[in-house]
């Protein structure tokens, strides 16, 4: 994982192990735990240095931590079949499942409750992020693969989504409720759990429109991603000081809501919803169209 002072906030310096008590992925990590790893020689750096706890982190640091993977919560939340045929299975993908297993999620993922029913051949045409519900493809034969991934690779495929959030201020842009177009530069370093906008080239287009406003002070918005970087809607929805109802790491991180589900809490969470995938079957020719049937309630 990767060490960033600036979440500590201006001016703070952070030790190694207040760095790493800190993070969200490490919930439950005390203290004595950390320091017996550390003797023991399981915290390093990217050569399989020991790294000292007590060293500043003033820049961004890369660490290794040995550690046992955490008996995984059930997600108790059902991945509902939108269409299936003999090529592809469309579902709609809760909150808080995982695409595909990574990391700490393996068996709560949506690809191994999937195959289950469907067999072993059943592979993602493309990923959700593990907080966003919706819509999610899936193959069902190899010889299909490589045509319908290649639809997303090569940005052919429509993605729609839908996002509760604050109302815009009545002088912003995007209470005029035409899109609005975002374009940045955005990258995510691995083991960083936040992606973050830099200078340089764009890679990273969403258009935004404020869809309707309701009496609670917040509003939906229809979010159409003309690009697919990591978090791209949810730091275009922040960047203009609308983030998304339930984000645990924009703009700024929620350690208590970002290690939530981690502890069985899945009362929180993203609002944010892949809600149309649409294209033109690239072995039939068909135009596709596939809709959530999701909404975020009163």
Excluded: C, W
Aim: hydrophobic residues 40%; proline residues 9%; without cysteine.
């Amino acid at each position: 994982m990767v060490l960033r002072p600036e979440l500590f906030g201006p001016g703070i310096v952070p030790t190694v192990e207040q760095a790493l008590l800190a993070a969200p992925v490490l919930t439950g990590l005390s203290r004595e735990r950390l320091r017996g790893q550390h003797g023991a020689g399981q915290v390093v750096d990217v050569d399989g240095r020991p790294v000292e706890l007590a060293a500043p982190v003033r820049q961004a640091m890369p660490v290794y931590l040995y550690r046992d993977l955490p008996d995984e919560f059930e997600v108790p939340f059902d991945v509902e079949i939108l269409h299936a045929d003999e090529r592809l299975v469309v579902v709609d993908k809760p909150h808080f499942l995982a695409t595909m297993p990574r990391g700490r999620h393996v068996t709560q993922t949506a690809l191994v409750r999937l195959r289950r029913t469907f067999g072993d051949q059943l592979a993602p045409a493309h990923r959700l992020d593990r907080l966003t519900a919706g819509v999610l493809l899936f193959t069902r034969r190899p010889q299909d693969r490589a045509a319908y991934q290649s639809l997303f690779a090569d940005r052919l495929a429509r993605k729609e989504y839908r996002a509760l959030a604050a109302a815009p201020p009545t002088s912003a842009a995007l209470a005029a409720g035409e899109p609005v177009r975002v374009q940045n530069r955005i990258e995510k370093t691995a083991g960083d759990l936040r992606a973050r906008v830099v200078d340089g080239p764009a890679n990273a287009i969403s258009d935004i429109t404020l869809a309707d406003l309701r009496p609670d002070g917040l509003a939906h918005y229809h979010l159409v991603p003309h690009t697919g970087r990591t978090h791209q809607l949810r730091l275009h929805m922040a960047g203009f000081g609308v983030p998304i109802t339930g984000d645990p790491l924009y703009p700024q991180v929620d350690p208590v809501l970002a290690a939530a589900p981690d502890r069985g809490d899945f009362a929180e969470p993203l609002r944010l919803i892949a809600a149309r995938l649409e294209f033109d079957d690239p072995l039939t020719g068909a135009r596709r169209r596939f809709d959530s049937p999701r909404t975020f309630g009163p």
